[in-house]
């Protein structure tokens, strides 16, 4: 079985200064790990995926996230926030063994301040 | 990427009347699809998997007769919200995936209202 904590709600931060998303996983198995954003009203869009290559994975908008076992993390950050990335941001795991369903953590909103 | 078109994005129904929620993807062929529910400021929870030509699996708590899916084709997969009433309000989510272990690409999402 898997699961997901996301550390934090909501977290606001000032625009340029860095972004840091906590994710933590649990799963029974070597997992499959993702970062999802969405927008209000729509569906998800992948920012960026941990599949057993590099554990440190650069995704799209200047994301990227770092692959820890064993602290069995998978924290994203971006350097430098942007009014455009406050969203929902969500993290979910995945077994290896069992297709791609995708458990989710209870998502963060990121809220960036002028 | 690929693409995963759902439809419809907005729907308003009475209570009582059943509504369908169509997924399909446009760019490739899905061999399984994904039902997710999302109600307002929570995570997604999944409904049901649904392997191309085979019974659809629901999560503990979902109704199957509640709660139709349809998967007919490696492009299409349908959902069925019967005799809905307002608590059946909510956000739903539909993805698509070709093999295991890749990305499992969303649809846009589709609102359903429930009066």
């Known amino acids: 079985a898997q699961s997901v904590t996301q550390l934090g709600s909501h977290v606001s931060v000032s625009e340029g200064a860095l972004v840091l998303l906590r994710c933590n996983y649990s799963?029974?198995?070597?997992?499959?790990l993702f970062w999802y954003v969405q927008y209000p009203n729509q569906g998800l869009q992948l920012l960026l995926k941990y599949t057993s290559a590099a554990t440190l994975v650069k995704g799209i908008n200047g994301f990227e996230a770092e692959f820890k076992k064993s602290e069995t993390s998978f924290h994203l950050t971006k350097p430098s926030a942007h009014m455009s990335d406050a969203a929902e941001y969500f993290c979910?795991?995945?077994?290896?063994?069992?297709?791609?369903?995708?458990?989710f953590g209870g998502g963060t909103r990121l809220m960036v301040k002028p | 990427g690929a693409v995963v078109s759902q439809h419809p994005s907005r729907v308003i129904c009475k209570s009582g009347t059943s509504v369908k929620i169509e997924c399909r993807s446009l760019?490739?062929?899905?061999?399984?699809m994904f039902w997710y529910r999302q109600f307002p400021k929570q995570s997604l929870m999944l409904m049901a998997t649904s392997n191309e030509g085979s019974k659809a699996t629901y999560e503990q708590g979902v109704e199957k007769d509640k709660f139709l899916i349809n998967h007919a084709s490696l492009t299409l997969s349908t959902l069925t919200v019967t005799s809905a009433h307002p608590e059946d309000s909510s956000f739903y989510i539909c993805?698509?995936?070709?093999?295991?272990?890749?990305?499992?690409?969303f649809g846009q999402g589709t609102r359903l209202t429930v009066v």
């Open positions: 799963s029974s198995v070597p997992p499959y």
């Open positions: 993805s698509a995936s070709g093999q295991a272990g890749t990305e499992a690409f």
């Open positions: 760019d490739f062929q899905a061999t399984t």
């Open positions: 979910a795991v995945s077994a290896r063994n069992a297709g791609n369903m995708l458990t």
